[in-house]
Each structure stands twice: as C-alpha cells, then as structure tokens.
C-alpha cells in the first residue's frame, strides 16, 4: 500500500529537487532469467513482474466477489497496519490545539508540501516519496506494488488503502478520529493522488 509517508516525505521535500516528466521515466526491460528461490536483483525483478501481471487480475476477482463495503473496509484497514509499518509506534502525543496549530502551518510552509485548505477542509496531494526521499513525477503510483500500473488497469478499490494510510497518518499527527475522502488518484489518471480530510 502507499508508503509514501508525510514524514519522510516532508524531510525530503526540505530541498526538493526539480521531479523528471513522467515521459523521462525509463520503462522496465524484461527481467533476465532466474530460478525460483534465488536470491538476486533478477529474481526479485521477475516477481515484480509477476505481481505486475496478477495484481489487476486479483482486484477484478475481489470486485466481483466481495462486497463494496466490505472492499473498502478491508482495504483502508490495510493502509492504516501499511502505514503503522513505515512509521512505527506513535513517538508524541498531540497536543489540544494540535488542528489549529497544523492549519496554522498549511497555510504557511505546509502548502508547498502538498497541503491546502478549503473552508474547514484540508486538502493534502501526494508530492514527494518516504521511500526514496525525493520529489516524486506526476502520474506515477507511489506504491512500490501498483507503481508499473497504467491508469485504468487496477481497480479503484485498490486505492482505498490509501485512504486508511491517510487517514492513519493524519490521526496521528492531530489527535482527532477523521473521515478521508480520495479525490483523485493516478491509477484513475489524475496527475496526483489528492484527498480531502475532515475533522469526524
């Protein structure tokens, strides 16, 4: 799921570097011949094409057997535990004013960082990856598993453990429990992943 967390993203984006157009962006070589269970970068890239290959055709299956709700419900779960996994155990406890404080910081540095406000809304976009601590390219999935995807070949219920990563990210930076609403996505092919997050 997006493991293109805020708080790597946000250290990388202290000096951001000027991100390559999407047509700079190599496209992948088959990967080199392997055997099952080695241990090399040509083994690791032949399952890469593999899960290139069975994620689109494991969503369709889930979209057709499972319950709308139930997708959702499963899928955000997953990006809340995903982003748990990159960030750790929670290390502060936010502060009573810690929402005024951080619309307070939107409205300054916090808006080149891919956040904005509307009204009582806060609107936060993907810009940059935790991953590899740069700026990321527009149209470019910045999960590591839907990032060789084409817009309209994986599901949008793929999407939605973004929104439990959002979600999971946002509560812990402010204390409040959130509702996360995905505006746009690249895998729908919007330039940028954008969400709109209100207090619950």
Known sequence: CMCAAAGGMLRALEATPTPKPASAVPQA??????QPGDATLARAAKRMEFVDEWLPRFFRVLDETVSESTRRTLMEANGKVCYAAYAGPPRTTPQPDELERFRAWIAGPGA???????????????????????????????CPVAEGQKP?????????????????????????????????????????????????
């Open 29 to 34: 070589e088959p990967a080199p011949p392997s």
């Open 112 to 142: 080149k960082r891919g956040y904005s406000l509307r009204g009582e809304a806060i609107l936060f976009e993907y810009t940059g990856s935790a991953e590899t601590g740069q700026a990321a390219p527009e149209r470019i999935c910045l």
């Open 152 to 200: 309209g070949t994986l599901s949008p219920t793929f999407c939605h453990c973004s929104v439990g990563y959002v979600r999971e990210m946002h509560e812990r930076r402010l204390g409040r429990k959130l509702k996360v609403e995905l505006l746009e996505t690249v895998l729908a092919g919007d330039a940028r992943c954008r969400f709109k997050i209100t207090v619950a």
